[in-house]
């Protein structure tokens, strides 16, 4: 469910820690944050923050989606999962994915493909699926991450998540003679 000032006045309280603060709190935490798992559990927690529109100020102002890019830099897989998904859950919107764009995010997000994690194979479709505009189709749609999402788009066998983002990537972004092209069999 979306929050709007009324309903997260409601759920704070007159003594709650307001959002901005609580997910500054959190930004501080992982900043300060000596051991992976707490690092992981505040990523994947602010990636659960990052679904919401309204959050979304608040996650730019805190350099949040930075953040995630960072974590996918990391060789942590956790990290790298929760980062994209963090980065998935905020990047439907144009200013976020902006921020991601102009950050480099693109490349990063492009590597995601190749992960063995389930999870970030699925947030990695999903936000190119929404980061892919006339700025930056070219970036995106290259004939090896075509030809990857492909791949994926065939695998229903192996796993039909992966099979329907993958299609619908290309359905949206694709056209058919560039969809025919190429090896859907290699």
Do not use: W
Not at 57 to 77: G, H, K, M, S, Y
């Amino acid at each position: 469910m979306f929050t709007n000032n009324l309903r997260q006045e409601e759920r704070t309280g007159k003594y709650g820690t307001p959002r901005l603060q609580y997910l500054q709190e959190l930004v501080s935490q992982f900043q300060s944050a000596t051991d992976e798992e707490t690092k992981e559990r505040i990523v994947a927690n602010l990636a659960n923050f990052a679904y919401d529109p309204y959050n979304y100020a608040f996650l730019r102002q805190l350099n949040v989606l930075e953040l995630f890019l960072d974590c996918i830099t990391e060789p942590n897989e956790k990290l790298v999962e929760f980062g994209i998904g963090g980065l998935c859950n905020s990047c439907a919107d144009p200013s976020n994915g902006a921020v991601i764009t102009q950050c480099g995010g693109i490349p990063l997000i492009i590597q995601c493909l190749s992960s063995p994690v389930r999870n970030t194979v699925n947030y990695a479709i999903a936000a190119l699926y929404y980061l892919c505009d006339s700025s930056n189709k070219e970036e995106i749609l290259k004939p090896e991450v075509i030809d990857v999402i492909k791949r994926y788009a065939a695998a229903e066998a192996v796993s039909v998540n992966f099979s329907n983002l993958a299609k619908a990537f290309l359905d949206k972004h694709v056209s058919e003679n560039e969809f025919d092209k190429g090896s859907m069999d290699s």
